[in-house]
């Protein structure tokens, strides 16, 4: 596909933005892997809340620039959909940061 307009990078942006949600449903594979380390209890704990915050970071830079995009053609309802999305994924990297404040590093470390 040739980008050449506004239009275009948002439809991209779109698809692009589409494919990652699907890919993060995905990542099943990357904690498969990881627990055939036969990790301890909190190192599950802690990868789960560093891959979880690192998917958050990704998906509020990919909503946070489509919607300037989706304002500028024109789109507010999907515009505002977006921006409900943002804020739902910058609500789940809040909890998720509130997490990994909690966690006892200590625990982890005693465990290797």
Known sequence: MSIDSTDDLFVSGL?????????????????????????????????????????????????????????????????DTLEQTLREEQDELDTLSEYGEQFDYGELEASD
């Open 15 to 79: 698809k692009h933005a589409y494919y990652t949600e699907q890919r993060l449903v995905d990542a099943l594979e990357e904690l498969e892997e990881f627990m055939s380390n036969d990790p301890s209890d909190e190192a599950c704990d802690r990868f789960n809340i560093a891959a979880g915050q690192k998917s958050e970071h990704y998906e509020i830079a990919t909503y946070g620039n489509l919607i300037p995009m989706a304002d500028q053609l024109g789109m507010d309802d999907v515009a």
